[in-house]
C-alpha cells in the first residue's frame, strides 16, 4: 500500500509538472518560431527595399536611389541611426534570394538571383502557389522558401529567399527544448521521489502504527475473553453446584469482563480523540481540590505496597478545562508512578503556579526508562516494561497525552536513576 502510494504520487507530480514544463517549452518555441518569421518577413522587406519596393509607382532613377536607410519612416518617432536598438525588430540579413517579375497573366518577364538558384520547373510552380494564394507573405513549404509579394493590375514582382534559418533554428530550439526536458523530468523525478518518501512517512507510520494497535487490542482482549470462557466451561462441567460454589469463577469472570470493558472505553476514547469527536465540557476546575483527593485515594493502594506518597500542592490553582478528563489525567499519572516504584520509596505529587502557567507533576523511584523507550512511551499499547508483570493495556499514558493536548498542554516525562521518573503536565 505504502508503495503504491508513493508510486502514485511520483507519478502524479511528474504529470503535474512535466505538463506545465512541456506548456511553457511549446509556447517558447512557437514564440521563437513566429519571432523568426516576422524576421524573415522584415528581412524579405528589407530586400524589396533595395531591390524596388517602389517599383510600381516610382520612376527608375528614384528606385536605384532606394537604401535601407532611405526606406525607414521617419515619422514613427525614431530616427534611423536608433535602428539597432530595437532588437526584437532586427530583420534576418537575407543573401541568398530570387527576385521575380511577373506579367498579368502569371507569366515570368524577368528574373534575377543572388545566391540563390532556382530550376525553372520548381520557379513556374512556385510562382503559380504565390499568385494563387491570398497571402502577401507566406512559405511554400515542400520547396523550402519563403515569398514576398507586391501586386497591381497589371504586374507582380515576387521575391522567394531561402528559409532554411528557420527551419535550422526550429530543429535546433525543439532538440534543445527536448533534452531541456529530458534533464528536468530526471530531475523532478529525483526530487519526487524524495519528497513522497516525506510525504508518506507519517501515512506509514500511522500505517504501521494501526496495524500494531489492532494486534494489540486483539492480543489484550485475548486473554480476558480465554479466561472467562474457561471460567464458564468449569462451571458448566459442575452441573450439580450452587452460585455459591461457583462464586469464585463467576468473581473472577467479573474482574476480567470490568477488565475488558475498562480497555474498549481507553480504546473508544483514543478513536474519538483521533476523528476530534471528543466532547470537552469547559468548566473552572479547582485542580488544587482535585490533586489532594486523588493522592488520598491512592494512599492505601500505596501502603500495600510499602510506598508514601508524599504532596506538594499549593492551594487555590484552578484551571478552566474538562473535570472529568482532568481527574482521568491525574488518576493516570499517580496510578502509573504508584505502579512502578519500588517497595519503600516515596511517590511525590506537585502542583504549582508560575505566573500564568500551571505545573503538575510526580515523581517516582524505580528502574528509570531507558532512552530508546522515552520516544515511544506515549504510543498507544506501548510499554517500556516487556516483561508485562505489572497489570495494565498501556493505553494510560496515550489518553494523558490526547487529554492535555486537547486543553492546549504539553506532558513531558524525564528518566534517570538519581532522580527517578517524573512527568510534568504544564497548562
Known sequence: MIKKLRRRIVLINMLLIGAVILTIIVIVNVNNYSNSVNMMERGMNQVFDKN???????????????TPDSAMPEDNGFKHDDRHKFDNNTPIQIS??????VDENGNIINTTENDLTIDSETLEKCVKSALDSSKIFGQITDEGLMYLKKSDMAHSKIIFADNSFISVSLR??????ALLLAGAMAVIFLISLWLSGLAVKPVKRAWEQQKQFVADASHELKTPLTVILANNNIMISHKDSTVADERQWLESTEEEANHMKKLIDNMLFLAKSDAGETKVQLSTVDFSEMAEACALNFEPVAFEKEIMIDTDIESGITLEGDATQL???VHILVDNAVKYADSGTTVTIRLQKHGDKVEFSVNNKGNPIPKEDIEHIFDRFYRAEKSRTTKGYGLGLSIARRITEGMNGKILVESNKENGTTFTVRF
Open 96 to 101: 541568398s534570394y530570387v527576385i521575380v517579375d
Open 327 to 329: 481527574n482521568q489525567l
Open 52 to 66: 524596388g519596393r517602389d517599383f510600381f509607382d516610382s520612376p527608375p532613377d528614384q528606385l536605384n536611389a532606394l
Open 172 to 177: 535546433t530550439s525543439v532538440i534543445i527544448s
